[in-house]
C-alpha cells in the first residue's frame, strides 16, 4: 500500500519502519518541523514536507501519529477538500470521530516506545477500527502485516484499553521507579540486583493471573511489616501516601476475592 | 553442609530443594503443623517433627524461614540451652537481632515466591548477613553454593531493600492487577494482550534507568488524557485516587530530573 506518514516521533517512526519492511511504500513524511520530516525520510528514504498543502495526494491511507493535541487540526487539514482521503490516527486515548471524515479509522499499537529501543512490531498488539466496512478490511490488512496480534476494536473499549495499558506499563515503571530511588538512597546495593525480580513479576504473568501472583505484605495484611516501611518513609509524604493505598488496594482486592 | 529447616513454606521448600540439589544435607525439617512437615520432609526425603525440643542437634546451620511475626519466638526456642548452634533467618524486613544468639546470621533470597511456580534459584539476588566473621564466611559459601549473585548486606540497608521490592514487585503487581479488572469489566479484549506491553515494560529496564524508561500522559504531563481517565474512574474512588497520585509522582519526579 501507499502509505503518508504524519509525524515523526517515536511511534511514526517505529511504524514507519515496520511498514517499509514489510514492503509497504512510505510515499511521503509530513512533520511540523524541517528537522524532524528530514531525519525520518532519511531513515525511510522517501520525500518530505512540512506543508500540510503539498501533502502528495496518492496515498491509499494517512497514518497520523502525533501529538494528542495536535490530531485534530492536522486531522481537518488533511481531510479538508480531500473527502476521499482514509485517514487514519494512532492514538490509544482519542476517539475515532476526531477524524472530520467518513473515511477514518484507527490504528492503536500497544507498546511503550523509547526512542533509545529499537521494538519488535510483530509482537505488538495492533488495536484497529473504521467507520466504513471497506476501510476497516483494508486496515486489518496493513495492521496483519506488520503485527500478529490484530484485533478490531470501538473507541469505547479503546479508551479503557488504554486506561488499562497506563496502569500496567506507566504506573508499574513508576513502581520500578521508586525501588530504584529508594535503593540510590539506602540500599548499598546496585538497582541492577532488582531485574531478576521484576522479570519474575512480569513473567508470572503468563501463567497466573495477577491476583493469584499477589505476594508482599500486603496481601497477607502484616501490619508489622506495613507499619515499618511507612515509618521509612517517613521523609517522603508522597511515596508514603502511595504505598499506603496500594496497600490498601491490595487487601480490599484479596477480600472481595475471597467473598465471590 | 548439614541443614535443620525451620518452616515448611514456599520460600522454605524453594531453598530447601535448592540446598539439597547442589548436594547439602538435609537433615530435618520441622513445621508447627505434622501436615506440612510431613509434606515438605517427603520432598526432600528427611526426617521431619513438630517439637521444637526434638530438633536435631548435630546441624551446621538452622535455618528459620517462617512468618516474621512467629520468627522471635522459634529463633528463642531454638537457642535457648544452644548457644553453639548457628541459627539464621531468611526474612527481607527483620533485623539479624531478633534472633538472641552470637551466631546469628541472615539470607534473604530476594523473590516473589508463589506455590504454582518453580523458580531458579541460581539467578535470585541472596543477601547474607552473620555476627561473626566466621559464620559470615560460611554463610556466604552456602549461599554462592545456590545462587550466582550473592551479596553481603546490613540489617540496616535490607530494610530499604526490602521497602524497594516491595514497590518493584508487590505494588508494580498491583498497577497489572488493576489493569485486568479495568479489561475484566470494559475493554472487550482478554488481559493476555497485555502481556507484550508488560515483559516490554520490564526488559527495558536492563538497558534503561525508571526514569529513562516512563512513558505515558503523566510524563508527559498531558492533562486532557489524564482528565479523562480520572473521569472514567469516577465510580472506583480508590484507584481513581492511586491514579491521581501516581500521575502526580511522575510529574514531580521529571521536573527533579530535569533541575537537576
Keep these: 500500500m501507499k502509505i503518508v506518514l504524519v509525524g515523526a516521533g517515536n511511534l511514526a517512526t517505529n511504524l514507519g519502519k515496520a511498514l517499509k519492511r514489510v514492503g509497504h511504500e512510505i510515499v511521503q513524511v509530513w512533520s511540523r518541523t524541517e528537522e524532524s520530516a528530514a531525519s525520518l525520510a532519511e531513515v525511510l528514504q522517501c520525500p518530505h514536507t512540512v506543508a500540510l498543502a503539498d501533502v502528495a495526494d496518492e ?14 487540526s492536522l486531522a481537518e487539514g488533511l481531510a479538508d477538500g480531500h473527502p476521499d482521503r482514509f485517514i487514519i490516527h494512532t492514538a490509544g486515548s482519542m476517539p475515532m470521530n476526531v477524524i472530520p471524515s467518513k473515511r477514518c479509522g484507527v490504528l492503536y499499537p500497544m507498546q511503550t516506545f523509547s526512542k533509545q529501543r529499537e521494538v519488535h512490531f510483530r509482537d505488538i498488539p495492533c488495536f484497529v477500527e473504521a467507520l466504513q466496512d471497506n476501510d476497516r478490511q483494508m486496515l486489518m490488512q496493513l ?7 490484530v484485533y478490531e476494536l470501538s473507541s469505547e473499549n479503546r479508551k479503557y484499553l488504554h486506561l488499562a495499558a497506563v496502569f500496567c ?13 529508594l ?24 501463567t497466573l493471573s495477577p491476583q493469584e501472583a499477589q505476594t508482599g505484605p ?30 490498601k488496594s491490595i487487601h480490599d482486592d484479596k477480600l472481595r476475592f475471597e467473598k465471590d
Design 169 to 181: 506499563c506507566n504506573f508499574a515503571n513508576r513502581c520500578f521507579a521508586i525501588g530504584e530511588e
Design 218 to 247: 500486603a496481601v497477607r495484611w502484616d501490619t508489622n511489616v506495613i507499619d515499618k516501611h511507612l515509618a521509612l518513609l517517613s521523609s517522603a509524604p508522597d511515596v508514603q501516601d502511595i504505598y499506603e493505598r496500594l496497600s
Design 143 to 149: 495492521a496483519a502485516s506488520v503485527s500478529d496480534k
Design 183 to 206: 535503593l540510590r538512597e539506602h540500599g548499598g546495593v546496585p538497582f541492577s540486583v532488582m531485574l531478576p525480580l521484576i522479570d519474575e513479576t512480569a513473567r508470572k504473568l503468563h
Design 59 to 72: 496515498a491509499d491511507v494517512y497514518i497520523v501519529s502525533v501529538k494528542d493535541t495536535a490530531l485534530q
